[in-house]
T-cell receptor, first 116, second 109 residues
């Protein structure tokens, strides 16, 4: 048990649908992350919420919209996705010190997303 | 630009030793991480190096040379359960992780 849960584990959606991915961490961490993992490619950081600030990768399309209502919950809202968005979406959390240095990240099991 | 290079795939024999290399180029440097990811599962943390030298943790060891931009993960007494992908990630000056594509390690009996 990693202490980071994600739902749903699998999602199939059409290009006109709207759906949301949910992540919850039970580790008391103060930073949460969304990653995209495509086959044989590096993990791509999409968004970071840390110490009440949001950092985003400028290359992420606006059809992905994150929400972090508190330090334990993270959502990724999806709308009008494209087939190339099919991938494994991983949530992670970590503790960050006052200087900003993060400790190791703990990952959830991921949501396998297929866009048809 | 920032980049992490590691071999795509390696094969080793049960009971043997294998070394997985990683070279990195990051804007600033705040350490080097190794993660293990079994197929269909989440990555799990293995090691963190920020100073030069070898860190040993049971059957796994990780080495860092900052002057060479180089790290390796050493796995001893290989077991079948060590078959997994091993991800190398460098932390840049903004404390963001730059990830390699991972090395798929295949263990044969």
């Amino acid at each position: 048990e990693t202490g980071v849960t994600q739902t749903p584990r699998h999602l199939v959606m059409g290009m006109t649908n709207k759906k949301s991915l949910k992540c919850e961490q039970h580790l008391g961490h103060n930073a949460m992350y969304w990653y995209k993992q495509s086959a044989k490619k590096p993990l791509e950081l999409m968004f970071v919420y840390s110490l009440e600030e949001r950092v985003e990768n400028n290359s992420v399309p606006s059809r992905f919209s994150p929400e972090c209502p508190n330090s334990s919950h993270l959502f990724l809202h999806l709308h009008t996705l494209q087939p190339e968005d099919s991938a494994l979406y991983l949530c992670a959390s970590s503790q960050r010190g006052e200087t900003g240095l993060p400790y190791e990240q703990y990952f959830g099991p991921g949501t396998r997303l297929t866009v048809t | 630009g920032q980049n992490i290079d590691q071999p795509t795939e390696m094969t080793a024999t049960e009971g043997a030793i294998v070394q997985i290399n990683c070279t990195y180029q990051t804007s600033g440097f705040n350490g080097l991480f190794w993660y293990q990811q079994h197929a269909g599962e989440a990555p799990t943390f293995l090691s963190y190096n920020v100073l030069d030298g070898l860190e040993e943790k049971g059957r796994f060891s990780s080495f860092l040379s900052r002057s060479k931009g180089y790290s390796y993960l050493l796995l001893k007494e290989l077991q079948m359960k060590d078959s997994a992908s091993y991800l190398c990630a460098g932390m840049d000056s903004n404390y963001q992780l730059i990830w390699g594509a991972g090395t798929k390690l295949i263990i044969k009996p």
